[in-house]
């Protein structure tokens, strides 16, 4: 059975500052890896979507990186700004049409 | 990709009552998920819904608690029946575009609370 962990669970940086969440999970037969990022009860907003046959994905001051065989994605924030507080899920899924599974988040705040 | 919109946005419901959750897709879709987010937790799949066919449920979610309808492919309804303070979460559908990456799309979410 597929598990997702995040590490840490919430993490405090000063404004400015480059900083790197991980998640890892069980089973490497994964057919895509979404990183998300959710406000205080809101919805879901995808950031990254990674495939399987790729090593990682950029946006702005997002790169997120896969390493299928080992089970890890790490999630790197450059320059991080008070507007990136937020609860930062990572999901996988097995195969098309399935459905995700997420781990617990990392909760970042950012203090300016 | 994918917008999704769903009907409440929030309520408080009693005991007792039953709720029905709308979501509305702006592109026609195969696969739709719905999700319930219990407070401080993270996102646990409830059912799959597929038009045209039952919805498939994960274990410990049941049918008679949780039905659902997908009449065609850009809208579907949850049902949160009979309610006890325990079903206060948040539920989300999502829907996977199939348009290339299969990326999956989350709706806005459904607050709900019960007294």
């Known amino acids: 059975k597929q598990e997702v962990t995040q590490i840490p669970a919430a993490l405090s940086v000063p404004e400015g500052e480059n900083l790197v969440l991980n998640c890892s999970f069980t089973?490497?037969?994964?057919?895509?890896l979404q990183w998300f990022r959710q406000d205080p009860g809101k919805g879901l907003t995808s950031l990254l979507l990674?495939?399987?046959?790729?090593r990682e994905q950029t946006s702005g001051r997002l790169n997120a990186s896969l390493d299928k065989s080992s089970g890890r994605s790490t999630l790197y924030i450059a320059a991080s700004q008070p507007g990136d507080s937020a609860t930062y899920l990572c999901a996988v899924d097995n195969q098309a049409g399935t459905a995700l599974i997420f781990g617990k988040g990392t909760t970042l705040s950012v203090s300016s | 990709s994918a917008v999704i919109s769903q009907k409440p946005s929030r309520d408080i419901c009693q005991r007792g009552t039953s709720l029905t959750i709308q979501c509305q897709v702006d592109?026609?879709?195969?696969?739709m998920f719905w999700y319930r987010q219990q407070p401080g937790q993270s996102l646990t799949l409830i059912a799959t819904?597929?038009?045209?066919?039952?919805?498939?449920?994960e274990s410990g979610f049941v049918i008679d608690k949780f039905p659902i309808s997908r009449p065609n492919l850009t809208f579907s309804t949850l049902t949160v029946s009979n309610m006890s303070p325990e079903d206060s979460s948040i539920y989300l559908c999502s829907v996977e575009d199939p348009g290339g990456a299969y990326e999956q799309y989350f709706g806005p979410g459904t607050r709900l609370t019960v007294t």
């Open positions: 089973d490497s037969a994964i057919y895509n």
């Open positions: 592109s026609q879709v195969t696969m």
């Open positions: 990674i495939q399987s046959s790729q």
């Open positions: 819904a597929n038009q045209g066919s039952e919805a498939t449920y």
